[in-house]
């Protein structure tokens, strides 16, 4: 594995997984950035990956002498370390507030909510209060009270939080995970169309044909 110098954003990612968020994210950043793809069982689990994090999993970025894993993390940060993109309110804007609120909610609620629910374990209704998500139905009544404005989750102020709340739902209607509710449909058709994000898909959507090319 190459040693960055300080000053290159590095991306540790495989087509197929959750890096797809954090390559959207770094397609909106508009700064120039390495990738290195890592594959499940073998690179991702080598050594020296594990070096930069322990759980063996991607994405990961480093930049600066920093290591963010998580991606919600890296896409708050990101937005925080290149304030000139104008991806995240300042500390003293009062939509600072909505803004990690709902970033953080999709990262915390929602993807248990949603994994529990595909997994065919969902906290039973009298144990309900004792999950974080509450219930399903409540997390999903949220998620759509946050994107039923619009455009974005700012109002007409694009940000990271539309990266990854984005992100989540994009993938629960493509798999089935989140019903196909209209403010949903709505906001995914809104995002879809971001050059930034076009762009990111089809440069992971090369990696994917090139390693099935080499297989």
Same mark, same amino acid.
Do not use: H
């Given at each position: 594995?190459?040693?960055p110098?300080?000053?290159e954003?590095?991306?540790?990612t495989?087509?197929?997984?959750?890096?797809?968020?954090?390559?959207?994210?770094?397609?909106?950043v508009?700064?120039a950035?390495?990738?290195?793809?890592?594959?499940?069982?073998?690179?991702?689990?080598?050594?020296?990956?594990?070096?930069?994090?322990p759980?063996?999993?991607?994405?990961?970025?480093?930049w600066r002498?920093?290591?963010?894993?998580?991606?919600?993390?890296?896409?708050?940060w990101l937005?925080?370390?290149?304030?000139?993109?104008g991806l995240?309110?300042?500390?003293?804007?009062?939509?600072?507030?909505?803004? *990690?609120?709902? &970033?953080? +909610?999709a990262?915390g609620p929602v993807?248990?909510a949603?994994? %529990?629910?595909a997994?065919? #374990?969902?906290?039973?209704?009298?144990?309900?209060a004792?999950?974080?998500?509450?219930?399903?139905?409540?997390?999903?009544?949220?998620?759509?009270?946050?994107?039923?404005?619009?455009?974005?989750?700012?109002?007409?102020?694009?940000?990271a939080?539309?990266?990854?709340?984005?992100?989540?739902? *994009?993938?629960? &209607?493509? +798999?089935?995970?989140?019903?196909?509710?209209?403010?949903f449909? %709505?906001?995914?058709?809104? #995002?879809?169309?971001?050059?930034?994000?076009?762009?990111a898909?089809?440069?992971?959507?090369?990696?994917?044909?090139?390693?099935?090319?080499?297989?």
């Amino acid at each position: 594995m190459i040693q960055p110098s300080d000053d290159e954003i590095v991306f540790y990612t495989n087509p197929m997984s959750r890096g797809r968020i954090v390559r959207w994210m770094l397609e909106e950043v508009g700064r120039a950035y390495r990738t290195v793809a890592l594959d499940y069982g073998t690179t991702m689990k080598a050594p020296d990956y594990l070096a930069i994090n322990p759980m063996g999993k991607v994405p990961a970025v480093t930049w600066r002498g920093v290591t963010v894993t998580e991606c919600a993390a890296i896409c708050a940060w990101l937005a925080d370390a290149v304030p000139e993109a104008g991806l995240a309110p300042a500390l003293e804007d009062p939509a600072r507030g909505p803004y *990690l609120r709902w &970033l953080f +909610f999709a990262a915390g609620p929602v993807e248990a909510a949603v994994t %529990a629910k595909a997994l065919g #374990l969902l906290a039973p209704a009298d144990k309900a209060a004792m999950a974080g998500y509450g219930s399903f139905e409540q997390t999903v009544n949220a998620l759509e009270q946050a994107v039923t404005p619009g455009p974005w989750i700012l109002g007409d102020r694009f940000s990271a939080a539309d990266v990854y709340v984005g992100s989540q739902i *994009l993938w629960g &209607l493509q +798999f089935g995970t989140l019903p196909a509710r209209d403010a949903f449909k %709505a906001y995914a058709a809104r #995002l879809s169309g971001r050059e930034a994000a076009v762009r990111a898909r089809e440069i992971d959507d090369a990696l994917l044909a090139a390693a099935s090319t080499e297989g």
